[in-house]
Structures are given as structure tokens and as C-alpha cells.
């Protein structure tokens, strides 16, 4: 529950960076997501107060990142609308922020270890590093998809579109592990679907409405398709008029 709290801080920083404007629609949104988030997953965990504290951060710092990220991709004076090239800059320093943490956690147990420096057959190095470069590619499309998903819509929806995978493992959790879940947290489930169902909703309506605009602006910059349909305009009065002579 904490991780999707970083919703509420993409809201947040979306509003101060003018990526979104202020509308009952959108705060009801998060508000029914963030209200049933937390009724499903009530007493679903232990509280740990450090841990609490460590993710709600990094929940702050992640809506953050994905506010500006889509700042800087949806400026097109930048040229970094492709995925491609938004990964070319940022990963490079995404690298070198995590390394150190790896270096500190897992470097020594990793150094000593017998799959990567003192293996005793090559069919489990090949193995390790077949799993490696499967992760890389994995890894490599879920941050190209990520990317992708701002650059077309918002931050704000691919906080969105991870609470609907959060939702869903919990979901097949209950029918695969066993997990039981109270009415309460049912209740939970259904308001934070509803959210998720309206979030789509407004989405949809947005773009029809956009698209509706764009179509008389592509025609009146469209040298060919304005003099196209100012012939059609004018054709059809000449045959006005020719009616019109006729029956006088």
C-alpha cells in the first residue's frame, strides 16, 4: 500500500508543474484508487515503522522522477519524445546511482560466490548468464514500455496502470496462496476498480474530444484540403443557384 501511496505524489508534483489542471474528476480519481488501496490491503501486513518510512519516501522521490521525466519527454524543443533516447540519456545515471547501494548489499556476498568467480562446471556459468541477459531484455522492454506509456499519455496513468498489476497479483494471491481477505477488504477491491474504471473513462472522452478539435485545425492548415473544400463550397451554391434559375 505504501508503494502506491507515490500516486498521491505524482498528483502532487503534476499539479505544481502544470502537467495537469485541477479538476474534481481527476482528484476523485486518485481519491477512490488511494481509498481503496488502503481498505484492501488493511491488515494485510505487519507495520514496520522503518520500512514505512523507507518507502514512503522513495514513493515521494519516484513521483519525482516519473513528473519529470514526463516533463522533459513531452517537450518537443528537447527531442526526447522516443523512448530510445529518454533511455539514453537517463539510464546511464540511473546506473551509476545504484551502483554504489549494490556495491554495499550485495557486492561482497557476489564476489565470493561460486556461480560467477568459482564455479566448477561451465554449464552453470552459461546458466547464470543466460538468466542475466534474459533479465537485461526483460528489464530493457518493461523500461522501454514505461517510457513509451509517458511519452503518450501521463505519469499520473502509469502510476495508474501499477496499481492495476498491484491489484491483480493480490487478487490471484487469495485464489493461488490461499490469502484471505475480509469484507472490508473486498469493499477495497471494488473502489479501487471503480477508480481505475473512471480513470479509463475520462481517458477515453479526452481523446475524442481532442481528436475532434485537431480535424478543423489540420484542415485550415492544410493548403490543398482548404481550397479542396472551398471548390466543394462553391460548387455546391453554383448548383444552388442553377436550381434556383429554374424554377423562376
Known amino acids: 500500500m505504501t508503494k502506491s501511496s507515490a500516486i498521491l505524489f505524482i498528483l502532487l508534483f503534476s499539479l505544481l508543474f502544470k502537467l495537469e489542471e485541477v479538476?474534481?474528476?481527476?482528484?476523485?480519481?486518485?481519491l477512490l484508487i488511494a481509498g481503496g488501496l488502503f481498505m484492501f490491503t488493511y491488515k494485510s501486513a505487519q507495520f514496520n515503522a522503518q520500512g514505512f518510512m523507507l518507502v514512503l519516501c522513495a514513493s515521494f522521490l519516484g513521483g519525482i522522477?516519473?513528473?519529470?521525466?514526463?516533463?522533459?519527454?513531452?517537450?518537443?524543443?528537447?527531442?526526447?519524445?522516443?523512448?530510445?533516447?529518454?533511455?539514453?540519456?537517463?539510464?546511464?545515471?540511473?546506473?551509476?546511482?545504484?551502483?554504489?547501494?549494490?556495491?554495499v548489499f550485495?557486492?561482497?556476498?557476489?564476489?565470493?560466490?561460486?556461480?560467477?568467480?568459482?564455479?566448477?562446471?561451465?554449464?552453470m556459468l552459461f546458466s547464470l548468464v543466460g538468466k542475466l541477459f534474459l533479465g537485461g531484455i526483460l528489464a530493457f522492454g518493461?523500461?522501454?514500455s514505461e517510457f513509451l506509456l509517458v511519452s503518450r499519455t501521463s505519469s499520473l496513468t502509469l502510476s495508474i496502470a501499477g496499481i492495476f498489476?498491484?491489484?491483480?497479483?493480490?487478487?490471484?494471491?487469495?485464489?493461488?496462496?490461499?490469502?484471505?481477505?475480509?469484507?472490508?477488504?473486498?469493499?477495497?477491491?471494488?473502489?479501487?476498480?471503480?477508480?481505475?474504471?473512471?480513470?479509463?473513462?475520462?481517458?477515453?472522452?479526452n481523446s475524442k474530444g481532442e481528436k475532434a478539435l485537431k480535424l478543423p485545425e489540420e484542415a485550415?492548415?492544410?493548403?490543398?484540403?482548404?481550397?479542396?473544400?472551398?471548390?466543394?463550397?462553391?460548387?455546391?451554391?453554383?448548383?444552388?443557384d442553377v436550381e434556383t434559375t429554374q424554377q423562376d
Open 23 to 30: 479538476r474534481v474528476a481527476l482528484l476523485l480519481v486518485v
Open 65 to 103: 522522477r516519473w513528473t519529470l521525466t514526463q516533463l522533459l519527454m513531452q517537450k518537443a524543443e528537447l527531442g526526447l519524445q522516443n523512448p530510445i533516447d529518454i533511455m539514453f540519456h537517463l539510464q546511464p545515471l540511473m546506473f551509476l546511482g545504484l551502483f554504489p547501494l549494490f556495491v
Open 106 to 123: 550485495e557486492g561482497l556476498p557476489l564476489s565470493i560466490s561460486e556461480k560467477l568467480f568459482h564455479f566448477h562446471e561451465a554449464g
Open 142 to 144: 518493461l523500461g522501454f
Open 165 to 205: 498489476k498491484e491489484i491483480c497479483i493480490l487478487f490471484l494471491a487469495t485464489h493461488l496462496l490461499g490469502d484471505r481477505l475480509s469484507l472490508l477488504n473486498w469493499l477495497g477491491f471494488a473502489v479501487c476498480l471503480s477508480g481505475i474504471s473512471l480513470h479509463v473513462l475520462l481517458k477515453a472522452m
Open 220 to 240: 485550415s492548415s492544410n493548403p490543398d484540403l482548404e481550397l479542396l473544400l472551398h471548390h466543394t463550397e462553391r460548387g455546391e451554391e453554383e448548383e444552388e
